[in-house]
């Protein structure tokens, strides 16, 4: 099968302010704990301020020796200590309160590129490391959790205390604060300029860390083969050079965001230096007094210290954005079409198929089915042979409508499939595929997958059908036993089995065989062979198989190559034509 | 035992060099405000411009040399902090690909996959955070402290009595945070599980309507690692409100006991006035502390869970045996095995036979009747309790783990192929000649079709092949195994996606092209076997009959049922 591309979206290239606004979306979804975090903020720095106030006329109340005045020192320390109470428990309400919000903000995040995985259509999964959606979901999500739950006060905060000084200040000299107009804008210029800078950089570390992932799901999934080919090291070799780029790429992240903190507090001294400066000339020309100067540079100190908390944050708020692309570029990924708004809802469908001059392509200039017909009457049994990449998968791939086909209309009881909803589609198959594949959960519940009130005693029955109930006793736990994902104690074939009864369970009208026998032994085939005919009774079965004992029974055989069908007809009949067919029989006689 | 310690040492002297460079940084900026109040208080007074511009130039300096200190030393953390990652990610990939398999099962991948990405990730944070933080905060701390002694020792103890308080919350919260923050990884492989499973199963999914159910079944894994996410996270809330409460009950009780010494004229109001400047350096260094315990919590968590895997037991452990030899005269015996994964029920017993060099072993048998484990014993995946297997008459266990697997070509069974190149998913990162490859694809049937892809032995392959249909998947594989011509060829179901005429080309260059390969090969298919030279029948893990075709034909019943399903009825047609 080869990949249908489609460009994804090039995540660099998202804009800040757009990546702002979809994240500010997401505040707002919970705008009233938001603004309970706001408002107990601001009470608790309120509270804070107040308490070197009480502090102050408290040191004064003390006053000289002797002459303490204790009943106003005590009263004072009251005050100062409901100050402190008040702080700490608003301080503490207000860390709550983010936890909250940043935690659901970020469960939504997850929750929402799950869902939407889940509507991709299926090639998306052979194009991305399973590995780097992994990496997206877990820690992108991670980096904007950590960003969202201090950054945002951290930033809110300062805005308010910036204006409150800046006011203050303007009060006192208005000539003094033209420094200000020269380093901030230096401050912002530099911010900026940095920000251009270390913005692809972070994009790049989020993305190698993705690939590293990738690499590392990949290889670890196939390290019984790497053992066996004594190929650690050379793996390993190859796990360097990325873990290189993804260490790497940290560090020149690093190394150019940690500039920015360290220069905004030294443009900061400078400001302080000219303020001594100039208040100095203003002084000699009696334009200010040394009290009001001190005041200023007090103020001075508060407004400039929330700007260098927020450059320093700066170099957080560029991995979370960039770590935003990264989970808003995957949001973006077009999901399979949806459905015509007055698409079909098929319900207990007879079972009827048909293909009429079906062409499609996974890239486009190389067709894979070339002009397909075929039409299945309700409870038939189609085998489809040929030799590999002839584009038998390709066939279910469309009936399914896992892709929809270039040209042709494939009908299922008179519908045209595309114009019925992919849901109620697809839950007319059922379905076993050549990958077997069960989830870490019980045997019950793997078995029990697909038919929602299936009992205890359906699954029994299937099982014994399919002659693996005996196993399912042996083991320890029963249906109970849970299945883990390289699980030592069940073989490729009983997982096979497995999967043949999830689809016996399934009551619908059509079913789907893709090799399904491929890796059942031939002593247990024979009885699933009996109880497959039972299965497949009133289905419309299309089966791909090379097992001469499943192709038999068929009541039609497709021989397919190069995406066309050259030959059709039951095996008797195919045998007499002499063609393909009988030449590809008759080759398991020889050698 | 290696822990964090043993990844840091070798720094150690880098560290110690940026943490001298940042104290000299942070003390530059503490001289900062005094040349400030110096200007103010003195220099302006006295109205001398020269020596306003001359401490302002000062001023200027103090600042440049911290800055260029500060960038410095922090740009020395990053480089830290990279280097230790680089090492222990190294070094945990390095054991994940080596651990035995037995413990990883136990781990299983998804567990191993996150620990060497997301927790390596919070770890670097924190070594690169930690520097960073870690030298102004106990700094200002500690110099704020000595400074209190310096004013007034009796108003400092006052002060000094409320610190074992901060220490025991700071250790407290600490010590529960870290295990609360392996509860969140914890979480998140659960949910790193959901997600790998739905990536890998999603047609599955699809075809069986089951999108609602896995959004379901991740709500609720996403809903846990939430609730963990935030126990955790308020654990460490705390931590800050606690500590800033304790510094300002200090605070009250330094004003209570100095208005008594001011009244006994043992102190004086501006020293308290002192103590409150003080207290507020500390307190503002006080919350980087906190800062630094919440990723210190989560840093330790994850080391932790990355250091359980270093560890562990790996194959490099084992060493070479002294067990005694075999007969020299076969390739490849195995003598009286049995085994068990779980030491629960046997999964092999009493199994035995022996393959001269260039004899091919066929085992036929009904899944999980064991055929499988005789392949990975053979390949000391897992190690025996009971009997021995030989190799060219030497104990398997005398030979160091690659070694041994180096005599071998294997096809497994739901065996592996990754995201690069047909050649060099072919090539297996051995070296192989062009023309050693193209003779392995000839063998093993897969020369025509890879001689029609886009750039043929060039062509990239997605991950798992998943651009190549069933039967070219198992042909590149087979391709692999031929492709350094090995001793002793493995293949286990490596042909049951091949069409009859396919595996027949196949089995006939098998027997022609390799004749001194000794072989075993594990099949569903009568046909893929009868040549072969002895056939096993297994049965839940015993030998139910053995033998060639012919004779197996005759008396087996096992083997006639397996037969005459497939061949059988066609034969007389």
Redesign the interface.
């Known amino acids: ?3 249908k591309t489609k460009p994804s979206r090039d995540e660099t290239k998202m804009p800040s302010s757009e990546v702002a606004k979809r994240l500010m979306k997401y505040v707002l979804r919970h705008k009233y704990l938001t603004l309970a975090a706001v408002v107990t903020t601001l009470c608790g720095n309120l509270a804070a301020l107040y ?2 106030h009480y ?2 006329l ?2 004064d ?8 005045n ?1 009943d106003n ?2 009263r004072l ?1 009251g005050f ?2 409901v100050c ?2 008040l ?3 608003l ?2 309400t207000t ?2 309160l983010l ?2 919000i940043s ?2 903000i ?2 939504e995040m ?2 929402e590129v ?2 939407h ?4 259509p ?1 090639n998306f ?3 991305n ?3 780097d ?3 997206r ?3 992108d999500i ?1 980096t904007i ?1 950590a960003s969202l ?1 201090s950054d945002i006060v951290t930033i809110a905060t300062s805005v308010i205390t910036v204006v409150g000084s800046f006011i203050m200040m303007m009060r006192i000299s208005r000539t003094l604060c033209i420094v200000f107009f020269i380093t901030t804008p230096l401050i912002f210029y530099i911010t900026r300029h940095r920000a251009r800078v270390v913005r692809p950089l972070f994009s790049k570390r989020s993305r190698k ?1 993705g690939e ?3 690499f ?21 070799g190859r ?2 050079s990325r ?2 780029e ?3 790429t ?2 020149e992240a ?2 150019q965001g ?2 920015v ?3 905004v ?2 443009i900061n ?2 400001s ?3 303020i ?2 100039l ?3 203003l ?2 020309n009696k334009a200010i007094s ?1 009290g009001n ?2 005041a200023f ?1 007090l103020y001075s100190k508060r407004f400039s210290g929330p700007i260098s908390g927020a450059a320093e944050v700066m170099a957080e708020i560029q991995s979370a954005f960039s770590a935003s692309r990264r989970v808003f570029a995957l949001l973006d990924e077009p999901a399979e079409k949806k459905d015509d708004e007055d698409a079909v809802v098929l319900d207990h469908v007879q079972g009827s198929v048909e293909m009429e001059d079906v062409r499609f392509s996974y890239v486009p200039e190389r067709e894979i089915i070339h002009g397909l017909s075929l039409s299945a009457e309700p409870g038939r049994m189609i085998a489809i ?5 002839a584009g ?2 390709t066939i279910i791939n469309l009936l ?1 409508r ?1 892709y929809d086909p270039d040209s042709g209309v494939i009908r299922v009881d008179g519908h045209d499939i595309l114009h019925c909803t ?2 109620s589609l ?2 007319q ?3 076993v ?3 077997t ?1 069960l ?2 959960g019980t045997i019950f519940e793997n078995i029990a ?2 038919s929602e009130n299936a009992t205890m005693d359906d699954v029994v029955r299937v099982c014994k059908a399919v002659e693996i109930h005996d ?1 399912v006793m ?1 083991l ?1 736990d029963g249906y109970d036993t849970v299945l ?11 997982k ?2 497995m ?1 043949i009864a ?1 689809a016996m369970l ?1 009551e619908s009208k059509m079913l ?1 065989l893709d ?1 399904a026998t ?9 009885k699933i ?1 009996r109880a497959m005919l039972q299965l497949c009774r009133g289905k419309t079965t299309f089966v791909i198989a ?4 499943t192709i ?1 029974e068929a009541d039609m055989i497709l021989v397919l190559q190069n995406g066309t069908v050259i030959e059709r007809g039951t095996h008797e009949q195919l045998l007499a034509a002499k063609g393909f067919y009988a ?3 008759n ?2 006689w ?2 | 035992m290696k822990n964090l310690r043993t990844y840091l040492r070798p720094w150690m002297k880098m560290m110690i060099i940026g943490f001298l460079i940042k104290t000299t940084g942070t003390f530059l900026e503490l001289l900062l405000p005094g040349i400030l109040s110096r200007i103010i208080d003195e220099i302006v007074p006295a109205g001398q411009m020269d020596q306003i511009i001359l401490w302002g130039a000062l001023m200027v300096i103090a600042s440049l040399l911290a800055l260029i200190f500060n960038i410095t030393a922090n740009r020395n953390a990053s480089r830290v902090a990279r280097n230790v990652t680089r090492n222990i990610r190294h070094d945990l990939f390095d054991k994940a690909l080596y651990l035995t398999c037995e413990k990883t099962d136990a781990y299983t991948i998804p567990s191993i996959e996150s620990r060497l990405t997301s927790d390596t990730y919070h770890l670097h944070r924190m070594i690169g955070m930690m520097q960073r933080l870690g030298v102004r905060a106990p700094i200002i701390t500690i110099g704020g402290l000595i400074m209190t002694f310096v004013l007034d020792p009796y108003l400092a103890l006052v002060f000094l009595a409320v610190i074992p308080f901060m220490i025991i919350v700071l250790v407290l919260r600490a010590t529960r945070g870290v295990a609360m923050y392996k509860k969140v990884q914890k979480a998140n492989d659960k949910m790193v599980t959901v997600v790998r499973e739905n990536s890998q199963g999603i047609r599955v999914i699809k075809a069986l309507s089951k999108v609602p159910y896995e959004k379901n079944r991740f709500h609720g894994v996403n809903e846990h690692l939430k609730g963990e996410e935030v126990r955790a996270s308020r654990m460490m809330a705390m931590i800050n409100p606690a500590m800033n409460f304790l510094l300002y009950l200090g605070m009250v009780g330094v004003i209570l006991v100095g208005a008594r010494r001011v009244d006994l004229g043992l102190c004086k109001t501006g020293r308290i006035l002192a103590f409150m400047s003080y207290f507020q350096m500390i307190s503002r260094s006080l919350m980087a502390v906190s800062r630094m315990f919440i990723m210190y919590s989560r840093g330790m968590a994850s080391s932790a869970r990355i250091m359980e895997v270093l560890n562990s037991s790996s194959e490099k452990d084992i060493v070479r045996g002294t067990y005694p030899d075999g007969d020299p005269q076969y390739a490849l015996e195995f003598r009286d095995v049995t085994f068990s994964y779980l030491g629960i029920r046997d999964n092999l017993q009493h199994i035995s036979f022996r393959l001269k060099k260039g004899q091919t072993l066929g085992i036929i048998g009904a899944t999980g009747s064991g055929k499988s484990t005789i392949l990975s014993l053979l390949l000391r995946f897992y190690d025996i309790k009971e009997g021995a297997i030989y190799l060219n008459g030497r104990d398997i266990r005398n030979y160091a783990p690659d070694e041994l697997r180096q005599m071998f070509g294997v096809v497994m069974q739901n065996d592996f192929l990754f995201r690069d190149t047909v050649a060099e998913n072919i090539r297996f990162g051995r070296e192989v000649s062009f023309e050693k490859m193209k003779r392995a694809e000839k063998n093993a049937q897969a020369l025509a079709f890879i001689g029609e892809l886009d750039g043929q032995e060039e062509y990239e392959l997605t991950t798992k092949g998943t651009n190549l249909s069933g039967g070219q998947r198992q042909r590149v594989l087979l391709s692999r195994a031929f492709a350094a011509d090995p001793g002793f060829l493995l293949l286990d179901d490596s042909s049951s996606a091949l069409d009859y005429k396919t595996d027949a080309a196949l089995r006939k260059a098998l027997q022609e092209e390799y004749p001194d390969t000794t072989m075993i090969i594990v099949a569903q298919r009568v046909s893929s076997i009868k040549n072969c030279d002895e056939i096993l029948v297994l049965e839940h893990g015993v030998i139910n009959g053995r033998g060639t075709h012919d004779q197996l034909n005759e008396n087996n019943e096992l083997y006639q049922a397996i037969a005459q399903s497939q061949m059988g009825g066609a034969l007389f047609d």
């Open positions: 099968m080869t990949e308490i070197p502090s102050g408290a040191i109340a003390i006053g000289e020796m002797g002459h303490v204790f020192v005590l320390c100062m200590m402190i109470v702080n700490s428990v301080a503490y860390q709550l936890i909250r935690s659901s970020t469960a997850r929750r799950f869902d995985l889940l509507e991709m299926v999964f052979d194009r490391a399973a590995g959606i992994i990496s979901i877990s820690y991670d959790n739950s860390l590293l992932n990738g590392v799901e990949e290889m670890l999934s196939g390290h019984k083969t790497i053992k066996a080919y004594g190929q650690e090291k050379t793996i390993l796990f360097d873990n290189e993804a260490v790497t940290y560090y690093d190394y940690s500039i903190g360290p220069t507090t030294f001294n400078l302080l230096a000219m001594s400066g208040g100095g000339v002084f000699l040394i100067i001190s540079i042979v040929g030799p590999t990449g038998k998968t399914m896992f992919r849901d697809r839950r198959f059922s379905m595929l050549q990958d594949w989830f870490q997958y697909g196993f042996s320890k883990s994902d390289d699980g030592v104690n069940i073989s490729k074939g009983q096979q089995l999967t999830r399934n789907i090799e491929s890796n059942v032994d031939s002593t247990t085939e024979q062979q090379h097992r001469l004992s038999k030449s590809l029989f080759a398991q020889e050698a």
